[in-house]
């Protein structure tokens, strides 16, 4: 049973596919003794790339909430010439308690898109192109899943999820569809949910780019792993965890997690933190960071060709002064 609890974990970190990989090295430029956090390792993917980089004066730190991700770590670990650790839980939840070691790294990265052994593994309900458990939890300990969510939400809750989460436009004709059928009978599965979403947006919009039902399961996997909240605890600690000339990257996949990841970099670049409307500078502020990408790096053709699950992933990188 181990052999072949192996076997799966290799076949899997192999058809794995991150994102941006070579454009993380290359921003991050990670030398042989560089103190590494992954806070999102997942099947190993960009750990395998930087780690390839370290030696044995490095360190890589991998943290992942989901369990399924430390197998892939056993395999991972096996093969590094550095040393290196696993954290598991919630990657904010791990850089605070680095802080408190008093720990310093000098590369940081996120990776904020869901794995492809998350939704490739049908039983995990991330997925609308599969019949599956309504679940969606990265830790399957956590309390709530995407059925507590459709099932129990009030109609007006419900909406504003899927409108800020999902930037849905249909998200009110979508919550009343809901709550219309699950007075009759729950929703447990991942089917009953696509079905129901389409029947209640237009016809035309039916046939849109990409599945009518993206949207919403985007909203609830956000809301079930708390995300938002996590990333936005997350990027003041990574930042105060690096030493002063390491970098910090974060690959976003939607607008929401990338507008917050923008505005907390052009922060740390901004030296003056008066009021706009004062007509000088009285608070002697400086920049306490630099924008090494102005503009987010996005994949290229190439990439896009062989991953299209890459087409809306945007790369910064901040490095500390």
């Known amino acids: 049973m181990a052999s072949a609890a192996a076997s799966f974990v290799t076949e899997m970190a192999m058809a794995h596919v991150p994102v941006l990989t070579q454009e993380l090295l290359d921003l991050l430029d990670v030398g042989s003794n560089a103190q590494v956090v992954d806070c999102t390792f997942g099947a190993s993917g960009h750990a395998g790339a930087v780690a390839a980089k370290l030696g044995p004066g490095g360190s890589i730190i991998c943290c992942d909430q989901d369990p399924v991700a430390y197998e892939y770590y056993v395999s991972f670990k096996a093969g590094l010439r550095c040393k290196s650790r696993f954290y598991a839980g919630d990657f904010a939840d791990t850089l605070a308690d680095l802080l408190d070691e008093g720990f310093r790294a000098t590369h940081i990265y996120m990776d904020l898109g869901v794995s492809s052994m998350q ?31 459709v099932n129990t939400w009030p109609e007006r809750r419900l909406t504003s999820l899927f409108g800020n989460y999902g930037e849905e436009r249909y998200s009110g004709r979508i919550a009343r569809a809901i709550v219309a059928r699950r007075a009759q009978t729950p929703f447990t599965r991942t089917a009953e949910l696509v079905d129901i979403i389409k029947r209640a947006i237009p016809t035309p919009a039916r046939f849109g780019a990409g599945n009518p039902a993206r949207r919403v399961f985007q909203a609830l996997r956000i ?23 390491g970098s910090m990257a974060v690959i976003t996949f939607h607008s929401l997690e990338d507008r917050m990841v923008k505005g907390f970099f052009a922060g740390k670049a901004r030296a003056c933190t008066c009021p706009p409307e004062f007509p000088v500078c009285v608070c002697g502020g400086r920049a306490t960071g630099e924008v090494i990408t102005p503009k987010a790096v996005t994949p290229g053709l190439r990439e896009l060709e062989a991953n299209p699950r890459s087409s809306s992933a945007k790369l910064r990188v901040l490095r500390r002064l």
Do not use: K, Q, W
């Open 119 to 149: 939704i490739d593994t049908p039983e995990r309900g991330f997925s609308y192109s599969y019949d599956a458990p309504l679940d969606m939890r990265m830790d399957p300990a956590s309390a709530i899943t995407a059925a507590d969510i």
């Open 223 to 245: 809301e079930v792993n708390d995300e938002l909240n996590s990333l936005r605890r997350a990027l003041p600690e990574a930042f105060e965890l690096l030493e002063s000339g």
